[in-house]
């Protein structure tokens, strides 16, 4: 009788860190995704060390975070789902505005429209996010969820007047900016739109200026290879190509909103890549450095920079069914590849 064949070992789980990209209303796609990586990630394969986000990303990261947090995946899905629903404009007055908006941004090559300072503004836009934000996050139990061990959440952003890149940490060191609704606003506060937001004696806009999404995070400044992940999962809005030359005014603030948001996380992936490379040349042998693989889950639809700031529930469901199904699809190769 032939011996029997020895029981076929499973593999180590693997660390994962998620990383989101900003882009305003686009980010309802990195919503999907996340719905479906959380309602499809198998545990006994892949372990979510953190995330990270800038503008719309952080929000999405944020949320996902949470429900982790709180040891419910499928909580962080329902919160992605709550606060998109609200973020939409489906009630008449706001529907109206967001398409007077709209058409304003896609007339800019043909009319003379003048430009307003967010500062002339009421604030409605960002004390609105403010509250749903609350709404979806329990900022006052954070500290009393996170342990040492819990996935750890960044957040980007600039400081204005220094230029500094600034990450909020979900675990920060000494002196360290925290994860709060300052926080979040800071990030999504898209110079155009918003006002700069002061936290402490800092003032600080949107992260695109400044990593989108915070990356290096995950490695840099961390002794122990466990405490960084073997593979970071990119969900990125803006797209690396175009087929032809942007000529009209709109196509050209598309495409240099582009190549400021991809120039951002290509810096970020670079730390990465280099790692990579000198762990390959044998250049490091450092026992606390390793190699990381790095996937895309990317947005592929053509889209303007107006639609950025979309806000209509159709769109906001058709960003949000493609990153779902995007994720799906992202779930099945992996599995296919443990299989």
Not at 222 to 235: C, F, G, L, N
Request: hydrophobic content about 40%; glycine content about 8%.
């Amino acid at each position: 009788m032939p011996a029997a064949k020895p029981a076929k070992a499973n593999p180590p789980v693997k660390r994962v860190a998620i990383a989101c990209q900003g882009g305003g209303s686009h980010t309802a796609f990195t919503a999907g995704v996340l719905q479906a990586l959380l309602h499809g990630i198998d545990a006994k394969k892949h372990h979510v060390l953190g995330l990270s986000g800038t503008s719309g990303g952080a929000l999405c990261a944020a949320l996902a975070w949470t429900g982790l947090l709180e040891g419910d995946p499928q909580r962080g899905a329902a919160l992605l789902e709550s606060f998109w629903q609200k973020m939409s404009a489906s009630q008449l007055p706001d529907f109206w505005s967001n398409q007077w908006m709209l058409l304003q941004q896609r007339s800019r090559s043909v009319l003379g429209l003048p430009e307003i300072s967010p500062y002339l503004l009421p604030t409605s836009g960002q004390d609105f996010m403010a509250d749903l934000l609350r709404e979806h996050i329990p900022f006052e139990r954070l500290p009393s969820l996170m342990t040492p061990h819990s996935p750890c959440l960044m957040i980007g952003a600039v400081e204005v007047r220094s230029g500094d890149f600034t990450v909020f940490h979900s675990h920060p060191c000494s002196g360290q900016p925290g994860i709060t609704v300052e926080a979040l606003l800071a990030s999504a506060a898209i110079p155009e739109m918003f006002r700069a937001v002061h936290i402490g004696k800092g003032i600080y806009w949107d992260g695109l200026f400044s990593q989108n999404p915070p990356i290096r995070g995950f490695l840099s400044g961390k002794e122990s290879r466990d405490a960084k992940p073997d593979e970071i999962w990119v969900i990125q809005i803006n797209p690396e190509r175009r087929a032809g030359e942007p000529m009209t005014a709109n196509d050209i603030d598309d495409r240099r909103n582009e190549l400021a948001g991809n120039l951002s996380l290509h810096q970020e992936l670079f730390f990465v890549d280099q790692t990579n490379d000198w762990l390959r040349k044998k250049w490091l042998d450092a026992a606390h450095m390793k190699h990381v693989d790095v996937r895309f889950i990317r947005l592929e639809l053509d889209l303007d920079y107006a639609s950025k700031l979309d806000r209509s529930p159709a769109f906001i469901e058709r960003l949000m069914d493609e990153g779902r199904d995007k994720g799906a699809e992202f779930i099945a190769r992996l599995n296919k590849e443990t299989a």
